[in-house]
Nanobody
Framework: QVQLVESGGGLVQPGGSLRLSCAAS????????IGWFRQAPGKEREGVSC????????KYAESVKGRFTISRDNAKNTLYLQMNSLKPEDTAVYYC???????????????WGQGTQVTVSS
């Protein structure tokens, strides 16, 4: 059974940091590009970041470039998203998801988890 479980969300003040994790089970992450998308109430889904299957290529939305860093540990079957300099507009539910393309990032998502809430507010 394919399962992705996100964790690490929470409430943080503007300018703060959070690190999201996504643990995969039921399949091996090695063969998949995987990333994060977010959805805020009343807004469309936004692809945040993606990393290729071998970790050699990463992509970021313009809105998070320079602030967020995606990484993966295939040995632990886990994906991470380090989020720094957080802004109120980063508030959303964050989902990790596999990319439909398989090895490379297209921001076209296949399987995703239940999400973790990130709230940036003073």
């Amino acid at each position: 059974q394919v399962q992705l479980v996100e964790s690490g969300g929470g409430l943080v003040q503007p300018g703060g940091s959070l690190r999201l994790s996504c643990a995969a089970s039921g399949f091996t992450l090695d063969y998949f590009a995987i990333g994060w998308f977010r959805q805020a109430p009343g807004k469309e889904r936004e692809g945040v970041s993606c990393i290729s299957s071998n970790g050699g290529s990463t992509k970021y939305a313009e809105s998070v470039k320079g602030r967020f860093t995606i990484s993966r540990d295939n040995a632990k079957n886990t994906l991470y998203l380090q989020m720094n300099s957080l802004k109120p507009e980063d508030t959303a539910v964050y989902y990790c998801a596999t990319d439909k393309s398989g090895l490379f990032c297209t921001f076209d998502w296949d399987y995703w988890g239940q999400g973790t809430q990130v709230t940036v507010s003073s």
